[in-house]
């Protein structure tokens, strides 16, 4: 029986291109889990899009002398084409300026409002002496007054965890032009969440098999909330639906607010887009849905903690009551999967400080599987990975040129000239059962690391397999067998066979090369479908228009399970499924890269 699986990925800022940090974290293992879970038959929506409110829009838009506006739908276009091209298969990923986020969000925030978990409160805010323009929380940094850590945020101390305001760091500069800030008096609304003690706790107690990082973190963050402030002393974002509050040009919600929201207003788009306005209900209502959010660990407090608040907010669930909003009672997520950093020489990876590797430029070079594989096999899922040319040449080269790529070829190579088509297995044999048994029972095996988001434990299960097939033929020797083909199609039935469902098992990690097996083995049609870059009018200001990311994934013939292959479809000699990279690259890497040192 089908259910339904909505993919929720944070939404990356609109300030500039993707480097291979951002997408280890959210791109690639929110495709392959996207994708194993179509190819399981259940009904994903995978849903996201490009932040673009805030000040860091501001920031790069005064950098290249264009508008607020200009500057989003620029790396908008940028974000969905790298997008697109590795491979990550959204259903929607739109944008926070649409007509449509903006009506969710004042809807959202409405049903907050009424149910009384919005206070509006004076507060001390950080202002740019230079520009005059309000300081968000996050572009504020100082030495903790907590745990006495240099570099806390103006929001939270990464380090001790503990909520923090920006006035509360002890000297507190701007991470923009390292300039002490000053703090002026202004009005503010307020997300009441110490409203949200007693119902967020329970909720968090029900979620036991979370994966520890995320669990301990949020319950900390839970044993000392305090009002969180959801409005800026800003003129760029979304309007504040209240008759007070309205017609104040610089008085907008603060970018956290809104983008969050954005999994259920990309929801909206999608379905009103599909010709079905309430289509969104079957993963927001149906208690029986699953929920699942990507991102990095730097932003598990708004998923696992405030994204749920709102929810219940709006759902008349909170500590306070109320009733549910325009929207009715909504799901809450069901899994948080969190990765951690990818780093550089042990540093995050960075455009100001040189250390970045544009997605855009590995992916024209090597291809977006290699890539994707790296992530999946070697990532940093549950600690933070340091990423070297050598580790990923030696992981190319080694496990999918010479172990995956060189199984294909042999098979099929050899298949191709002794028969021309995929042989009758006449007179299996114990071995031959044995491999087929351990590629079938590896479906159950990798299915289940990935519906769990073990994303290196269902590559390395993978592999296994491949591993396996190489053993086999080495140890049958087909090419000795030329007295004797009923053997030698016997044993190349098997190596085809275990192939196709290797490929099979592949296909979410690796889903452009697993198109070209696909097709090597004679198959025809889409395998495994790519998402497209479609050009749409806003549904609510028909003036405007922007691209999305979306596709036809229903069309794809990718199932997951073993499937007999097809006796006597053709087969012709194959190209290498992937190159061998230079061992030179493994110590500098490209030209273009950034040095390690």
Avoid at 291 to 314: C, E, R, S, Y
Avoid at 492 to 520: G, R, W
Wanted: aromatic letters at 10%; proline letters at 6%.
């Amino acid at each position: 029986m089908s259910s339904s699986v909505l993919t929720a990925v944070a939404w990356p800022y609109a300030n500039g291109p993707r480097h291979i940090g951002h997408v280890s974290g959210i791109g690639v293992p929110s495709d392959v889990f996207s994708r194993y879970q179509r190819m399981a038959g259940n009904r994903v929506l995978m849903v996201s899009g490009s932040d673009e409110h805030g000040t860091p829009i501001l920031v790069q838009a005064d950098k290249e002398g264009l508008t607020p506006q200009q500057t989003a739908d620029k790396y908008h276009r940028v974000i969905g084409e790298d997008l697109r091209d590795l491979g990550v298969t959204y259903d929607m990923y739109t944008r926070t300026t649409s007509g449509n986020h903006y009506q969710v969000v004042q809807e959202f925030f409405l049903a907050l409002y009424r149910n009384g978990y919005i206070l509006p409160r004076t507060t001390t805010g950080a202002v740019s002496p230079s520009t005059g323009r309000t300081l968000p929380d996050r572009y504020v940094e100082g030495t903790c007054p907590i745990c006495s850590y240099d570099g806390a945020r103006g929001d939270q101390c990464d380090n001790c965890g503990n909520q923090l305001d920006a006035a509360d760091l002890i000297k507190p500069v701007s991470r923009i032009n390292g300039e002490t800030p000053k703090f002026v008096e202004t009005e503010h609304l307020f997300l009441d969440l110490p409203a949200f003690s007693h119902s967020l706790a329970d909720w968090l107690g029900t979620k036991t098999d979370w994966r520890p990082n995320v669990l301990n973190f949020t319950r900390n963050l839970v044993d000392d909330m305090r009002p969180r402030p959801i409005t800026r002393d800003l003129d760029w974002g979304v309007p504040i639906p209240l008759d007070t509050w309205r017609d104040q040009p610089l008085k907008r919600f603060y970018v956290w607010f809104d983008a969050v929201i954005g999994y259920f207003s990309a929801s909206v788009e999608w379905a009103r887009r599909s010709g079905d306005a309430d289509a969104w209900k079957q993963w927001w209502q149906d208690p029986a849905a699953q929920i699942v959010h990507f991102m990095g660990k730097d932003n598990i407090t708004f998923h696992a903690q405030i994204w749920p608040a709102l929810l219940l907010g709006q759902n008349g669930a909170g500590d306070k009551g109320g009733e549910a909003g325009a929207y009715g009672k909504l799901n809450l997520p069901t899994e948080i999967a969190s990765s951690e950093f990818l780093t550089m020489s042990g540093s995050k990876f960075s455009t100001s400080r040189g250390t970045v590797i544009y997605l855009r430029d590995f992916v024209k070079e090597f291809g977006p599987d290699a890539l994707r594989y790296f992530i999946s096999a070697a990532g940093p899922e549950t600690q933070d990975v340091d990423f070297t040319w050598e580790e990923f040449v030696r992981r190319t080269n080694f496990e999918l040129a010479n172990e995956w790529g060189n199984l294909v070829n042999r098979a099929v190579s050899m298949a191709a000239k002794n028969v021309g088509a995929v042989p009758e297995a006449r007179a299996p044999q114990a071995a031959d059962e044995e491999l087929k048994a351990t590629a079938k029972a590896a479906f159950d095996v990798v299915g289940e690391h990935l519906k769990r988001s073990r994303f290196r434990a269902g590559a390395a299960e993978a592999m296994r397999v491949v591993g396996a097939a190489n053993k086999y033929i080495s140890d049958e020797e087909p090419w000795k067998r030329k007295d004797d083909p009923e053997r030698r199609d016997t044993i190349l039935h098997t190596a085809l066979q275990v192939v196709s469902d290797a490929n099979t098992l592949l296909t979410p990690f690796l889903p452009h090369s697993a198109q070209k097996v696909h097709e090597l083995l004679g198959g025809t049609g889409v395998w495994a479908a790519q998402p497209e870059l479609r050009e749409v009018e806003d549904l609510d200001d028909p003036s405007r228009s922007y691209p999305i990311i979306t596709g036809d994934y229903a069309q794809e013939k990718a199932e997951w399970k073993s499937v007999p292959i097809e006796i006597g479809r053709p087969l012709a000699k194959p190209s290498p499924l992937f190159a061998k990279l230079d061992a030179e690259l493994g110590e500098t890497g490209p030209e273009w890269a950034p040095i390690q040192k």
